[in-house]
């Protein structure tokens, strides 16, 4: 034995170093890639990095405009809703003003039936205010028995005028204001008799005057005037409106009254109009 590794001792040692070259390779390579695989995945690997940025970038935008498609949607949604509400809250407050009026005119039935026993609910189509005339237009006319000169009041039997024109489903009313309107009035205070007209200074003011007071006639602010029944047009006891002010004729010799309707024209919706009273 010691002669074999005398004569061939090298060999041996050659031998063990390639084996030990040999397991250390074998350990290398069995926990790393193969030069090749690491080669393709070390050129490839930018790539990679470069595809996953581009898919998470699209990724992003894709989600960005569902989301933002979906926001869209719910506030196009949310805004049908609002109009929606908005339209059911205005025709709520529209019920609400024609069941208050609908009241006002049965609590007028029932404090006035004498007074209300012939009368036609009328619609106001139009409203006119001019330098020349304050007039409205109802939706009846001739079909529904209204006559030229029957007198139209609001549902709180405040006085609006008087029918001027009618037409087969039309009228044309003249407000109070109107220069052409004239009627026997009273003072319900102090019970003075004057007639209310219309006056084209006053017309643009929504005012009218109250004339041929007594010339002992001391009236307040304020003060309620009613119509007075004389000349038949008109029953008696209608609100006209109250006083503003008193003032002197031009002459200086009599006083008049600036009277406020208590019927509000412009935003009139409906009128009565009273065909016949007792």
């Known amino acids: 034995m010691k ?3 005398k004569d061939n001792g090298l060999w ?3 031998a063990a170093a390639v084996i030990s070259v040999a397991l250390a390779l074998l350990s290398f390579f069995s926990n790393t890639s193969s030069p090749l695989t690491n080669l393709i995945n070390t ?6 990095s470069a595809y996953t940025a581009v898919a998470t970038w699209f990724n992003d935008k894709q989600n960005y405009y569902r989301d933002t498609t979906d926001l869209l949607e719910e506030n196009a949604s949310l805004k049908q809703q609002i109009a929606e509400m908005e339209a059911e809250i205005r025709q709520a407050r529209a019920d609400s003003a024609e069941n208050q009026r609908l009241k006002d005119l049965l ?5 006035r039936p004498n007074l209300l026993e012939d009368i036609v609910l009328c619609t106001v189509t139009e409203h006119s205010a001019t330098n020349w005339e304050a007039t409205l237009t109802i939706d009846r006319g001739t079909n529904d028995g209204i006559e030229a000169g029957d007198c139209v009041i609001d549902e709180t039997g405040a006085v609006v005028g008087s029918i001027r024109e009618v037409g087969t489903n039309w009228a044309t009313v003249l407000t109070l204001v109107d220069t052409d309107t004239s009627l026997g009035a009273q003072v319900f205070r102090t019970g003075d008799l004057g007639l209310a007209q219309g006056s084209f200074s006053l017309m643009g003011d929504d ?3 109250l004339d041929y007071l007594p010339a002992d006639c001391v009236l307040l602010g304020g003060d309620l005037v009613v119509t007075s029944g004389l000349g038949g047009h008109y029953p008696a006891d209608l609100v006209i409106g109250s006083v503003e002010e008193m003032q002197m004729d031009e002459s200086g010799a009599a006083s008049y009254a600036i009277l406020i309707p208590a019927a509000a024209f412009d935003s009139l919706q409906q009128v009565v109009v009273i065909r016949s009273f007792s």
């Open 3 to 5: 002669n074999f590794i």
């Open 12 to 14: 041996v040692l050659f």
């Open 43 to 48: 050129v490839s690997s930018p790539f990679r």
């Open 107 to 111: 609590g007028l039935q029932k404090e």
């Open 207 to 209: 005012r009218l005057r």
